[in-house]
């Protein structure tokens, strides 16, 4: 065996790079390197670039969440505390044609399918995976010159429901009032609950002076450019319980 | 620090030429693994902390590494065939060559590894990222095919 091993490495010295070869290889190294260098700067200009981009689109979006509603006004007489917010003007964009008769809330409503609905006016309505309803009632459609100026649903009437939802939406053919106002004789709770699925803030109105003591919450939240109004009734007259309710009901929306 | 790494390189580029040339059995294409090696050690030298026998090993590892993949690609696989006849001429040693090219591929860089270079099994195991076991089977398995082929 050491024959063997003798003759192999008296074999394997002749394998060699010649003088020339390896010059060519170094050169081509660094020539390959400095290639390497500029195209990894222009990638991590490139990186840099979409980051801040990104970044600055996330602070506009966030600006956009806070900004939606604002709490115009707080007044207090007698102990009582008035609340006035407003949301900034928006309007939605759907298709504007699309074939939904004019409606007055006299008017009888029409019954359509989350599904029917959405591929009407090509949008997507948030909904709720607590006590879901398959459909939603049209109860107002205004038009201007046949086309969709303002539309507004409720999720139908049960009495098993805990909730009422109302969605309200309006678009550029609208000529009337263009902000969105709640009142409140009493409590505008806090700074509004995140709505993790939507990533946009519920306000929550309750109707006594102490949080989580009222029978009935009306939340409100807009999601993509929409107007969501909520009675919710916990059935309960536990404070944690309500509370616990009431977030669990907001974890369950989605689109 | 370019000295640094043209040191490393007139150190080591012979034995990682022979390591590639004993698996792919061609000049040229050893040559090409050998500047592909080389070109990711410079990439990292500076933030390598290992000493010059533990570079060495480390520009098997990647040798290794980058001879497979470039047998694995489909451009190799497809002129292989015509490849059988032309290798030949670009051989340093008739006999070597000829002795090698009559082994399985993943023999003949552990008959390197293991003649020539004097590693350990443990070694040559960290280096082809392979058990124990499985490199003293194929050093026995390779062994006896080395024999064969010196006696005849």
Same mark, same amino acid.
């Given at each position: 065996?050491?024959?063997?091993?003798?003759?192999?490495?008296?074999?394997?010295?002749?394998?060699?790079?010649?003088?020339?070869?390896?010059?060519?290889? #170094?050169?081509?190294?660094? *020539?390959?390197?400095?290639?390497?260098? &500029?195209?990894?700067?222009?990638?991590?200009?490139?990186?840099?670039?979409?980051?801040? *981009? $990104?970044?600055?689109?996330?602070?506009?979006?966030?600006?956009?969440?806070?900004?939606?509603?604002?709490?115009? @006004?707080?007044? *207090? &007489?007698?102990?009582?505390?008035?609340?006035?917010?407003?949301?900034?003007? +928006?309007?939605?964009? +759907?298709?504007?044609? /699309?074939? +939904?008769?004019?409606?007055?809330?006299?008017?009888?409503?029409?019954?359509?399918?989350?599904?029917?609905?959405?591929?009407?006016?090509?949008?997507? $309505? !948030? &909904?709720?995976?607590?006590?879901?309803?398959?459909?939603?009632?049209?109860?107002? *459609? @205004?038009?201007?010159?046949?086309?969709? /100026?303002? #539309?507004?649903?409720?999720?139908?009437?049960?009495?098993?429901?805990?909730?009422?939802?109302?969605?309200?939406?309006?678009?550029?053919?609208?000529?009337?009032?263009?902000?969105?106002?709640?009142?409140?004789?009493?409590?505008?709770?806090?700074?509004?609950? $995140?709505?993790?699925?939507?990533?946009?803030?519920?306000?929550?109105?309750?109707?006594?002076?102490?949080?989580?003591?009222?029978?009935?919450?009306?939340?409100?939240?807009?999601?993509?450019?929409?107007?969501?109004?909520? !009675?919710?009734s916990p059935r309960t007259i536990d404070k944690e319980e309500r509370k616990e309710q009431i977030m669990n009901f907001l974890d369950s929306l989605y689109v | 620090m370019k000295e640094d790494f043209e040191r490393i390189f007139n150190l080591y580029s012979n034995d990682v030429y022979r390591l590639t040339y004993s698996y792919l059995l061609n000049k040229e294409e050893a040559e090409d693994i050998v500047q592909k090696t080389f070109f990711k050690y410079f990439k990292k030298y500076k933030k390598l902390k290992l000493n010059d026998l533990e570079i060495k090993k480390w520009l098997f590892r990647v040798a290794i590494n980058e001879a497979k993949d470039y047998l694995k690609s489909s451009y190799i696989s497809k002129r292989a065939e015509l490849n059988e006849n032309i290798s030949r001429k670009n051989i340093a040693s008739n006999d070597i060559h000829n002795i090698l090219s009559n082994m399985p591929e993943n023999y003949r860089t552990i008959i390197y590894l293991y003649y020539y270079e004097g590693y350990s099994i443990k070694e040559i195991a960290k280096i082809e990222r392979k058990s124990e076991s499985a490199i003293k089977m194929r050093l026995s398995r390779g062994k006896e095919l080395l024999k064969k082929e010196m006696e005849v």
């Amino acid at each position: 065996m050491k024959d063997i091993k003798n003759n192999l490495k008296k074999d394997f010295n002749y394998i060699d790079l010649s003088d020339e070869s390896k010059n060519n290889i #170094l050169n081509n190294i660094y *020539c390959n390197y400095n290639k390497y260098k &500029k195209r990894r700067n222009i990638i991590l200009s490139f990186s840099l670039v979409l980051f801040i *981009c $990104l970044i600055g689109f996330g602070v506009s979006y966030a600006d956009e969440i806070v900004d939606y509603f604002k709490v115009k @006004q707080v007044t *207090c &007489k007698n102990g009582v505390t008035s609340t006035i917010g407003q949301a900034k003007d +928006i309007r939605k964009v +759907i298709n504007y044609d /699309a074939n +939904i008769p004019e409606l007055t809330p006299d008017d009888e409503n029409i019954v359509y399918k989350y599904s029917e609905i959405e591929k009407l006016l090509n949008t997507k $309505l !948030v &909904k709720s995976t607590f006590e879901p309803s398959e459909t939603l009632n049209l109860y107002n *459609c @205004q038009k201007d010159s046949n086309k969709i /100026a303002a #539309l507004n649903f409720r999720v139908p009437r049960d009495n098993n429901r805990r909730y009422n939802m109302h969605i309200s939406l309006i678009t550029k053919y609208y000529k009337g009032e263009s902000t969105i106002e709640w009142n409140t004789k009493n409590n505008l709770m806090s700074n509004g609950f $995140l709505i993790k699925n939507l990533n946009t803030k519920a306000y929550i109105l309750q109707f006594r002076g102490e949080e989580w003591t009222s029978s009935t919450y009306q939340i409100t939240f807009i999601y993509d450019n929409v107007l969501y109004w909520v !009675v919710y009734s916990p059935r309960t007259i536990d404070k944690e319980e309500r509370k616990e309710q009431i977030m669990n009901f907001l974890d369950s929306l989605y689109v | 620090m370019k000295e640094d790494f043209e040191r490393i390189f007139n150190l080591y580029s012979n034995d990682v030429y022979r390591l590639t040339y004993s698996y792919l059995l061609n000049k040229e294409e050893a040559e090409d693994i050998v500047q592909k090696t080389f070109f990711k050690y410079f990439k990292k030298y500076k933030k390598l902390k290992l000493n010059d026998l533990e570079i060495k090993k480390w520009l098997f590892r990647v040798a290794i590494n980058e001879a497979k993949d470039y047998l694995k690609s489909s451009y190799i696989s497809k002129r292989a065939e015509l490849n059988e006849n032309i290798s030949r001429k670009n051989i340093a040693s008739n006999d070597i060559h000829n002795i090698l090219s009559n082994m399985p591929e993943n023999y003949r860089t552990i008959i390197y590894l293991y003649y020539y270079e004097g590693y350990s099994i443990k070694e040559i195991a960290k280096i082809e990222r392979k058990s124990e076991s499985a490199i003293k089977m194929r050093l026995s398995r390779g062994k006896e095919l080395l024999k064969k082929e010196m006696e005849v």
